[in-house]
């Protein structure tokens, strides 16, 4: 099979495209025929060297959809459709940046679908990451208001048309006037561009403050997202595009403000079940959610795919086919 390994931290030419033998499943595991994957920013901080538990050369990718090609158990038919979820996979073992991958049967989710497997391969960590944010985090309510800070992400944008279904008056940031158009045409009912100081202008147009925000640019925005926050609301810290993770001197009697709640959210820690994905796989298909794909490329090409990445350029997803 071909893989995409990395030997040694670095840019994106440092991922080394080659031929290995096809893996073997044990008990407990499952050999799945790699069909798509989507490309995610905590493949960017391992492939920077920024995971320090991670042991080169590794196989990277968190997550992919496929075919079952072998099941030990026979629980699993091979050939059947199933997605592969965040479970240290492209860390402590090998994951999807390679034409099959071993892995196991606990991270598997069988799910029916007549979707291309582009569309597929931008689902899983995608949807995971948004559903567990909005619902399991931040329990959203009909009408309440929401800040999703990163918008213009594939999971922000994913996190609006979820939100705006379930009722709720979406506010969404980007640092780039010019994308304030893409996220209108997704949904967002107010805009509001991100200088680092949110606070001043949110509270402004909402003086009580927000009801719930999902912070996805990372810990040094976090400080001020708390301060848009109604009494009583609910901050969720889930993403890290700024590739920050750490505050320095945290105080937390200083940092959040009284009755705020901050909370996060982490698929590596927290699984869905096989009905949410097969819903939402389902809205898809009716048309009732647009997945936000830019761009699609070859596992050949996975050095401009990271590039990409990197670039910060792409307004959504980006997905390798095999």
Same mark, same amino acid.
């Given at each position: ?126 949807? $995971?990451?948004?559903?567990? @944010?909005? &619902? %399991?985090?931040?329990? +959203?309510?009909?009408? *309440?208001?929401?800040? !999703? ?119 590596? $820690?927290?699984?869905?079940? @096989?009905? &949410? %994905?097969?819903?939402? +796989?389902?809205?898809? *298909?009716?048309?009732? !959610? ?33």
């Amino acid at each position: 099979m071909k893989a995409a390994v990395l030997y040694s931290p670095g840019g994106p030419e440092n991922f080394t495209l080659e031929e290995r033998p096809i893996p073997t499943p044990g008990d407990g595991q499952v050999l799945i025929k790699v069909k798509a994957f989507g490309l995610n920013r905590s493949e960017l901080m391992t492939r920077k060297g920024l995971s320090p538990s991670v042991v080169f050369p590794r196989v990277l990718g968190i997550e992919c959809v496929g075919d079952v090609a072998n099941d030990p158990s026979g629980e699993l038919k091979q050939g059947q459709k199933v997605a592969a979820f965040m479970g240290e996979m492209g860390r402590a073992y090998d994951g999807s940046y390679a034409e099959y991958a071993v892995l196991p049967r606990s991270i598997i989710t069988p799910f029916d679908s007549h979707l291309s497997w582009e569309q597929l391969g931008a689902i899983p960590e995608m949807f $995971q990451t948004v559903y567990g @944010s909005l &619902h %399991l985090a931040l329990d +959203i309510k009909k009408n *309440e208001t929401l800040l !999703i800070r990163g918008g213009t992400s594939s999971i922000g944008m994913l996190a609006t048309q979820m939100a705006k279904k379930n009722g709720l008056y979406v506010v969404a940031t980007t640092r780039k006037p010019e994308k304030e158009h893409l996220l209108l045409d997704n949904g967002v009912d107010e805009v509001f561009i991100d200088d680092g100081h949110l606070a001043p202008g949110v509270k402004a147009s909402f003086p009580a403050g927000i009801d719930k925000i999902l912070e996805l640019v990372g810990a040094g925005t976090l400080k001020d997202s708390l301060q848009c926050a109604a009494q009583g609301g609910i901050v969720c810290m889930t993403g890290m595009l700024s590739e920050q993770w750490t505050i320095n001197n945290f105080a937390p009697m200083e940092y959040i403000p009284a009755t705020v709640r901050l909370t996060m959210y982490s698929t590596g $820690q927290l699984r869905l079940n @096989s009905e &949410h %994905l097969q819903a939402f +796989i389902r809205d898809v *298909e009716a048309g009732d !959610i647009k997945l936000n794909i830019s761009c699609t490329f070859k596992l050949d090409d996975i050095v401009a795919a990271h590039r990409l990445m990197d670039s910060n350029s792409a307004d959504g997803k980006i997905v390798v086919v095999m």
